[in-house]
């Protein structure tokens, strides 16, 4: 599927004709990754895509609230929160707020851009469903990335904010490759601790050079040693041990919530920051077991980005880890030693291009910051555990917060919090064809 490569080359007239098919997603299961699309949703690709990379990309975000799932929380495990989320392009705030106003997704739409290109990035307010009489304005800002005037870097101090019923279209002409992150700038603490937090990145140029951000052998389904991107502008070839190179990448937001600011807003009252100590700790805005549920599972109608990592062994994969949170977080793969690459949309070289990069069993996230770490799967083991799924036998490593305390959701039984899985398959995987895919647990046909 062109989804990636199309989207981006979409005219006016086509981009509305996508929208169409967006509305229906976002009802379904929410809005993942529509810059990628994803397997089963209804962004069927019509338009030929041209050779090389096209000058806009339009996503409109809607900001309104709602209510996730947490497990763990009391009576329907349901919190408060707001978040952006995907919209038709051309909708405006009144044409939205029937079907979307209260109806809210976490954490914001993966956002996947290429190097070079014009984003244009529209922000409606929708206001408020359960605190209609609170009417914040939002903004986007996007953490770390250079801009053009800061109209467009989204700290209300220094621009302006959106306000209830109003839109406003940000530009950004994509300079710098690598793992960012999106937040709401508008009362900052408040606001992105109610999850008004998403990832985007910027693939390399260099990925051009292989036929476009997806290579084409790999875009036709076929096996393929091209790799699916490059994490970085390294100038390597994929079988140079520096190599930049994955086959697959997984985005995983980190962010951890205390629920009392939540409960506390739906309840028109104040919450004293001071107090800030977490009960839950997400990855994606889901908790474990949820962050091993597939991708726009059903169960999670709000939360609709998965955390789990699935693999062949043998593939290089990426993990970009990106934390919206306000503690530090330890994050391992049990028994699966990570190459970090890149800190905060740099690749770890030298000013005289000496590899920086490093090996580790554990990454240090600290908020507002990313990371781009890369693993190789490793050989299928029969003689260990093994489950298996649609795709066949597959290894189990853990993901996760190797602070035992964050493993927990609200301190009850069993396993919780900042945990997910990377399942390594015997060869049974497809290959992805967008970044984040992941391939359903059921047997086929899938819906
Ligand atoms: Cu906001």
Redesign the pocket.
Known sequence: MEHDRVTRKLRRRDFLTLAGGSALTVLAGGALYKTLGEPGTSLAAPAPAPASIGPDVQIHLA?TDGYASLPGRVGDQTLYV?GFMEVPWASTPQDLASTYKGNVQIVSPIIALDEGQEFHLKLSNLGLAVRPDLD????VHWHGFPNVIAVFDGVPMQSFAVPVGKSFTYAYVTRDPGTFIYH?H??DVE?VQML?IGSVYVRPVQNEGNGGSIPKARLAGGASSAPLGYTYNDGLPPTDPLSTAYDREFSLLLTEIDERPHDLLEAVQEFVWAYYEPQYWTINGRAYPDTVKPNNDPSLPHQPISSLVQANAGDRVLLRLAHLGYQQHAMEVVGIPLKVVGHDANLLRGPGGADLSYWTNVVYVAPSTTRDCLFTAPAFDAGAPVESDAYGDYNVYWLQNRNYNRQTNNGQPGLGGMVSEVRVYNGGLPAQTAGHQTFPLLSPPFP
């Open positions: 900001v707001f914040d304005a939002h903004t709401c508008f009362e606001h008004m």
